[in-house]
C-alpha cells in the first residue's frame, strides 16, 4: 500500500527509510517487527497520543480488560515480556516494602533474591532469559539437566532463600523431559514459592492461571497484534508488587500511554476476532506451498502442528542434498531474493526450515509460492546454495556501519 508524507510523497515509509520490503514467513520475530498491529491498536494509540493522562488510572482500567481476558485477579501492561520478567521478579523479591525497591538491584540484603528455573528452559530469544532475571537483582538457581527435570531436583532446589520459581514456554525450551506446570505448581506451592509462567509468544490467554500459575506473561504484540508491549497477570498481591517496579529497576523499562491504550484495544479487538477464518486463510497458504513443493527433486514438505499447542500449523520444509540446496543455502537464498523472504531457520542445521503463515500480507502467499518454484527450479544455483551453518556475530558487531 502506497502513503503520501507529509512532503507529498508517494512511496511507502519502508521504501522512504531504505529498508527491505520482506515478507515474513518466520513468524512473530521481535527481530521483524513482531507483528501486524491490528487497526484497533493503531486507532486507539493515534486518539490516546495526544491526551494527558494519569497514568496509574489508565493502568488501573488496563488491569480490568486484562483481567476479564485472562481470568486473572489484576494485570498491568509494561515495555515488552522481558521487562515483565524483570518486574514480576522483583515483586516477589520486594512485596510493597518501597524501600526494597529502591535498593534493587545491588542490595538485596535481607530478601529473598534466588529463582528457580529448569535448565531446559534456560534459553535465549535475543537475550538470555537469566538476564531478566538478575536484572532484578536476584539470581538463577538451575534444577535438573538440559535433557531432564526430576521432582527432587526442583524440590531440593527450593530454600529460604527462594524468591520464585520462573517457568517458560516456549519453542526455544527443550521439549521433552522437564516437569510439567502442573508440576512445578505442585512442588513449589509445598513450599509457599509462587510460580511466574513466561508465555510470551503463545496464544492461550487463560490457560496458564488456570493450571496453577501466581503470574503470567504474554507479549502484547506477537499473537495479539497490539503495540510492542508486555502484560503481567495474575494475583492482584503479586501484581501490585511488580507493578510497584515502576519505581525502582522498571523506571528504565516505563511504558507509554499511546501503548497502554493499544494494548488494552489490542485485547479487546481479540474477544472479537475471527480465529477460525484466520486459520483457514493460514491453511489456505499452507497446502498452496505445499502443492507449489511437490515434486521437487530432494525437497519433502509435511504440515505440522506448533509444539507448544499454539492453535496454528506450520510447513516444515526438508531439504536434501539432491536439491543442490542446504536447508540453509535456500533460505540465505530467498533472503536476498526480490523481495526478500524470511524464513523460520532456527534448525536449518538439521537440514530443514518452516514456513509460518501467520503474519501475511493478502497476495504475499501466493509470492512465497512462486518464489520457492522459481529458485528450485532454475539451472543456475546461487553461490551460497549449498551454505552450512556457522554462528557469526561479525554482522552485529558492525552496526550501525
Known amino acids: 500500500m502506497k502513503t503520501s508524507s507529509s512532503a507529498g510523497s508517494n512511496t511507502n515509509i519502508r521504501e522512504r527509510l531504505g529498508l527491505r520490503p520482506i515478507i515474513n514467513v518466520s513468524g512473530t520475530m521481535t527481530a521483524l517487527g513482531a507483528s501486524i498491529i491490528v487497526p484497533e491498536a493503531i486507532s486507539a494509540m493515534a486518539e490516546m497520543a495526544p491526551q494527558w493522562v494519569e497514568m496509574d488510572d489508565l493502568q488501573r482500567a488496563a488491569s480490568t480488560v486484562i483481567a476479564r481476558l485472562t481470568g486473572g485477579e489484576a494485570g498491568f501492561i509494561t515495555a515488552c515480556s522481558a521487562s515483565g520478567i524483570t518486574m514480576a521478579i522483583a515483586g516477589a523479591m520486594t512485596g510493597t516494602s518501597l524501600l526494597a525497591i529502591e535498593r534493587l538491584p545491588d542490595d538485596t540484603g535481607g530478601l529473598k533474591s534466588e529463582v528457580i528455573i529448569q535448565l531446559g528452559h534456560l534459553v535465549n530469544y535475543g537475550a538470555p532469559l537469566d538476564q531478566s532475571v538478575r536484572v532484578a537483582g536476584a539470581r538463577v538457581?538451575?534444577?535438573?539437566?538440559?535433557?531432564?527435570?526430576?521432582?527432587?531436583?526442583?524440590?531440593?532446589?527450593?530454600?529460604?532463600?527462594?524468591?520464585?520459581?520462573?517457568?517458560?514456554?516456549?519453542?526455544?525450551?527443550?521439549?521433552?523431559?522437564?516437569?510439567?506446570?502442573?508440576?512445578?505448581?505442585?512442588?513449589?506451592?509445598?513450599?509457599?514459592?509462587?510460580?511466574?509462567?513466561?508465555?510470551?509468544?503463545?496464544?492461550?490467554?487463560?490457560?496458564?492461571?488456570?493450571?496453577g500459575a501466581d503470574i503470567v506473561i504474554y507479549s502484547g504484540h506477537k499473537f495479539l497484534g497490539g503495540p510492542t508491549s508486555g502484560i503481567v497477570t495474575g494475583r492482584k498481591d503479586l501484581v501490585r508488587s511488580a507493578y510497584l517496579q515502576n519505581r525502582g529497576v522498571a523506571r528504565a523499562m516505563k511504558v507509554g500511554k499511546e501503548s497502554i491504550a493499544g494494548a488494552m484495544a489490542a485485547l479487546e479487538a481479540w474477544e472479537k476476532r475471527?480465529?477460525?477464518?484466520?486459520?483457514?486463510?493460514?491453511?489456505?497458504?499452507?497446502?498452496?506451498?505445499?502443492?507449489?513443493?511437490?515434486?521437487?527433486?530432494?525437497?519433502?514438505?509435511?504440515?505440522?502442528?506448533?509444539?507448544?499447542?499454539?492453535?496454528?500449523?506450520?510447513?516444515?520444509?526438508?531439504?536434501?542434498?539432491?536439491?543442490?540446496?542446504?536447508a540453509a543455502g535456500l533460505a540465505s537464498v530467498l533472503a536476498a531474493g526480490s523481495p526478500p523472504i524470511i524464513v523460520r531457520d532456527h534448525e536449518v542445521e538439521l537440514g530443514y526450515f518452516f514456513l509460518d503463515p501467520c503474519n501475511l500480507h493478502p497476495g504475499e502467499a501466493e509470492i512465497v509460492a512462486g518464489q520457492l518454484h522459481s529458485v528450485l527450479t532454475s539451472k543456475d544455483r546461487p553461490a551460497d546454495a549449498m551454505k552450512t551453518v556457522r554462528k557469526d556475530s561479525s554482522g552485529a558487531l558492525r552496526w550501525p556501519d
Open 141 to 211: 538457581v538451575p534444577a535438573g539437566t538440559v535433557g531432564a527435570t526430576q521432582d527432587y531436583h526442583l524440590r531440593e532446589a527450593i530454600n529460604e532463600r527462594t524468591a520464585a520459581g520462573l517457568y517458560v514456554v516456549t519453542h526455544h525450551t527443550a521439549q521433552y523431559g522437564m516437569l510439567s506446570l502442573e508440576e512445578f505448581c505442585e512442588i513449589c506451592h509445598a513450599r509457599g514459592v509462587p510460580v511466574i509462567v513466561d508465555a510470551a509468544s503463545e496464544y492461550d490467554l487463560r490457560g496458564f492461571l488456570a493450571r
Open 274 to 326: 475471527d480465529h477460525a477464518g484466520i486459520r483457514q486463510r493460514e491453511k489456505a497458504a499452507l497446502d498452496l506451498w505445499k502443492q507449489s513443493l511437490q515434486g521437487m527433486e530432494g525437497i519433502s514438505a509435511e504440515i505440522i502442528p506448533d509444539p507448544t499447542a499454539n492453535p496454528l500449523d506450520r510447513l516444515q520444509v526438508f531439504v536434501r542434498p539432491e536439491s543442490r540446496f542446504t
